[in-house]
């Protein structure tokens, strides 16, 4: 066993029940297979059915989100006055019930994913109809009757909610620091908006990271973080600009990382993780901020990178 470096441990945890919305920093959270208990358990779609997200709607930026406290702790059910609390500039607080909804809604879509979610009802699809401007509705993934997979060529066996594409994301504070050394005006980690924050590593060694163990759970790297425009998003104006991507592009483009495919102008920022003792599920299935990292296992350059 290899120790990231002597001292590495998780600085923060976020999760983002609403996906694409402001994240909540907490100082601990329940593992599930899909991820943190309440990550990106809801969506804003539009009239289609096709998720809305900050590439299209930056305004998302803005709104807050809050759980009650107790929804953080291991085993907590939600009861008839337990609430999600969603909040927006010039807008009203929205109370969406913790306890699931009945109705269901059909042709619900994120990126290659297509089913049914439970819709939120009628309040909740006029305040972000309202807030955005255009037909809405909030809806939440039904782990009961749906399933979406991961890609199978990097994690088999598997499964997600609305997330992009893996359960987790985790980016080193080393690595968030050496890009704004490169920025005349540094960025805030929200950018980038990762699950797991991680101190005590040199910068972006998590991109050679095989299998990590944080605390007393183990995790699986599947691919690097292929960023899109959501990063050039200022999380606290919404407003859009060319960095930090355009710098990002100098140093940290297939390109120049020289992965083991033929570039293509993408870049790459933080790491991807399926929790692998999510099958057996014996051992603590909470991460706690403090826990510390050690590597298990590492490739020695980017050709043996997954991206």
């Known amino acids: 066993m290899a120790n990231s470096k002597e001292g590495a441990q998780v600085i923060s945890i976020t999760i983002y029940p609403l996906k694409s919305c402001r994240g909540i920093s907490v100082p601990e959270a329940a593992l599930s297979s899909t991820g943190f208990r309440w990550d990106r358990q809801w969506i804003v779609v539009n009239s289609t059915g096709r998720a809305c997200t900050q590439r299209v709607e930056p305004s998302l930026a803005l709104v807050e989100v809050e759980l009650p406290n107790e929804a953080l702790s291991e085993g907590w059910e939600p009861n008839p006055s337990s609430f999600l609390g969603i909040r927006a500039p010039g807008m009203d607080v929205l109370k969406v019930p913790l306890a699931e909804p009945s109705e269901v809604a059909n042709g619900v879509s994120v990126w290659e994913w297509s089913g049914s979610a439970l819709d939120e009802g009628n309040e909740a699809s006029n305040w972000f109809s309202k807030y955005l401007g255009k037909p809405s509705r909030l809806v939440r993934f039904n782990e009961a009757s749906q399933s979406r997979p991961t890609d199978p060529n990097y994690a088999p066996g598997y499964k997600i909610k609305f997330n992009d594409a893996y359960p987790f994301l985790l980016i080193s504070q080393k690595s968030l620091d050496a890009l704004n050394e490169q920025l005349k005006e540094p960025v805030s980690i929200n ?41 050039t998003i200022n999380q606290e104006t919404a407003e859009a600009g060319s960095e930090p991507s355009e710098t990002l592009m100098k140093f940290r483009s297939d390109k120049v990382l020289k992965t083991n495919k033929k570039p293509q102008g993408r870049i790459y920022f933080g790491q991807m993780l399926v929790w692998e003792d999510s099958v057996a599920q014996e051992k603590r299935k909470t991460m706690k901020v403090g826990d510390p990292v050690y590597v298990l296992k590492m490739v020695s350059s980017y050709d043996d990178v997954s991206v």
Do not use: A, M, Q
Request: with cysteine; aromatic share 12%; net charge negative.
């Open 191 to 231: 950018r980038f908006r990762p699950n797991i924050l991680i101190d005590g590593s040199d910068p972006f060694c998590e991109d050679l990271w095989k299998d990590v163990k944080i605390g007393e759970n183990t995790f699986h790297s599947t691919e690097l973080c292929y960023r899109c425009k959501v990063p």
